[in-house]
């Protein structure tokens, strides 16, 4: 039986080139998807851009260009990023493709026939930045509660039945106390929903740029309600009983990663669609939160834009990767410093995993010819709280992967570094070589063992460094699952080891 696990970024507005926000949630869901896959999981990891609405709108009419030269340019530059950033996303999804307008339209279908939709006109407050409505006293000294400017706007509009869904939103929260992680934000959508909820306006007649709403194409989608569908759209929907559908949205785990300030459109207008069009809601939305650079907001108009392909010219990609996941807990807002970064590559990756692998490595290069030695020889007590340790590694790191505690999986790496570290000091191969060769051999063992479990549980961070590490401890590529971080699956001594290259090189400023 198969196990499906259906994992989304955000779609990204095309307003902007990619920054550091958008890198962050997508090496996020890169490493939980990937490790999901070594778990043994059918894995659909999707991203994509946002293309609609008035914000983009105004962005091409700012650049000179049609809006679909303009949506065509951008989302190209995020696709890029898709491999800039080695993601292994199985879809890449544009609102602007047919197979989306369809589905949107369908969704609208859907409210529709419930009841859920009905005609009246809108007068209140809107933000172009934030895409979103606000109420009078939701405003702070006349600005969004985002800081965001808002205009007012006065026309007739599709509304969607929120209200109606106040109650039943919260004995869902209640039914589900996994659906809104971390538990903070749990409590804070409960109480904005306990608050009341007004209707939605949902349509928008002062502007062309969206998808037509089925029989009133004066009216274009709310942007919102328009995006939120594209994690139906890969899917196949309008279509749920594909098989697609039916593995993935009804069988699967299903999880939208997403940052803090998008939440309340993915915990409360979400689900009162999807439980309005009759679709099951998504099993998790995770919130992480937001970096700032050297202590500072980012902003462009600050001009302190973090560009992700920057910091892999500098740093390096897996390099890169590492910091964002292991810096701070998901979930808490994070500082860039170039300080911080530089840190972590020399204490944790050049120090902790490199020496470790390059101090074992070429011991077996130059003192076992290059073999796995042999691990009958010589095993003494002192091994085994290490051997336990090290294949204990994957049953600790596989329930923080699945509360997505991306940096306490990187520290249980650590620990384990650590610990081989202070075992090879200990030990001291070096001398054994001239008093006890066996002995030297099964520490030597033991050590290229901690090495394989550790390149095994890294690579949903770093994969290119953890494939050349597997490599270089001659695990085969069908050998590196989750399962194989096991003793069952132990190196078989005598086998040959390509000579060894340094993987996680020291940062030198
Ligand atoms: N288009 C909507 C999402 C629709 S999903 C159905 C959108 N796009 S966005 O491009 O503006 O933002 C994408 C993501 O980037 C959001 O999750 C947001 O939280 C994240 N970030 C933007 N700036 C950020 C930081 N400075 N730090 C971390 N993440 C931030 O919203």
Not at 157 to 184: C, K, M, T, V
Request: aromatic share 12%.
């Amino acid at each position: 039986m198969s196990r499906y696990f259906y994992i989304t970024t955000p779609i990204y507005y095309v307003n902007d080139k990619p920054h550091i926000g958008h890198a962050y949630t997508s090496i996020a869901c890169d490493a939980l998807a990937r490790f999901k896959r070594l778990d043994g999981y059918d894995v659909h990891f999707l991203t994509g851009t946002d293309e609609h609405g008035q914000k983009v709108e105004k962005s091409a009419i700012t650049a000179g260009v049609t809006p679909q030269e303009f949506v065509d340019m951008v989302s190209e530059s995020f696709r890029e990023l898709t491999e800039e950033l080695n993601l292994s996303n199985d879809g890449f999804i544009r609102t602007t493709e047919p197979r989306h307008i369809m589905a949107a339209q369908a969704m609208w279908d859907a409210l529709i026939a419930q009841g859920d939709i009905y005609l009246g006109s809108y007068a209140g407050w809107y933000s172009v930045r934030d895409e979103a409505f606000y109420a009078e006293d939701e405003l702070v000294n006349g600005f969004a509660p985002t800081g965001a400017p808002v205009e007012w706007v006065e026309e007739p509009s599709y509304f969607f039945r929120l209200s109606a869904w106040q109650e039943r939103l919260l004995a869902f929260y209640e039914a589900n106390p996994d659906f809104i992680q971390p538990e903070g934000r749990r409590n804070e959508v409960i109480s904005f929903v306990k608050g009341g909820l007004h209707d939605l306006s949902v349509s928008r007649t002062t502007f062309g740029w969206g998808v037509p709403v089925p029989n009133a194409p004066e009216h274009v989608m709310y942007v919102w309600l328009d995006a939120l569908t594209n994690y139906l759209t890969e899917l196949g929907y309008p279509d749920m009983h594909n098989p697609t559908f039916t593995n993935f949205w009804r069988s699967g785990e299903t999880i939208h990663v997403v940052g803090k300030d998008i939440l309340r459109f993915h915990t409360v207008y979400w689900p009162a669609f999807l439980m309005s069009a009759g679709v099951p809601v998504v099993d998790r939305v995770f919130a992480h939160g937001w970096w700032t650079n050297e202590g500072q907001k980012i902003s462009k108009s600050i001009g302190n834009v973090i560009k992700p392909v920057q910091l892999v010219e500098t740093y390096g990609l897996d390099a890169t990767r590492y910091f964002l996941l292991r810096e701070v807990p998901f979930g808490n807002d994070g500082n860039f410093s170039s300080m911080a970064m530089v840190q972590r590559i020399n204490s944790e990756l050049a120090n902790t995993l490199g020496n470790l692998a390059q101090r074992t490595l070429a011991m077996v290069q130059k003192h076992v010819g290059g073999c796995v030695p042999s691990n009958t020889a010589r095993i003494e007590a002192v091994d085994a709280p290490i051997e336990a340790a090290i294949y204990d590694l994957i049953n600790k790191v596989r329930p923080a992967m699945e509360g997505l505690k991306f940096h306490y999986a990187l520290e249980l790496m650590m620990e384990l570094g650590r610990l081989l570290n202070e075992y090879i000091d200990a030990q001291a191969p070096w001398n054994l070589r001239k008093t006890d060769v066996p002995r030297m051999e099964a520490v030597l063992y033991v050590l290229m063992e901690g090495l394989r479990c550790l390149g095994i549980c890294l690579q949903p961070f770093v994969p290119r460094a953890a494939s050349l590490w597997l490599e270089q401890l001659g695990v085969a590529e069908d050998a590196r699952l989750c399962i194989h971080a096991s003793a069952q699956y132990r190196l078989h001594s005598g086998a040959t080891v390509p000579e060894p290259q340094p993987i996680f090189p020291r940062f030198e400023v």
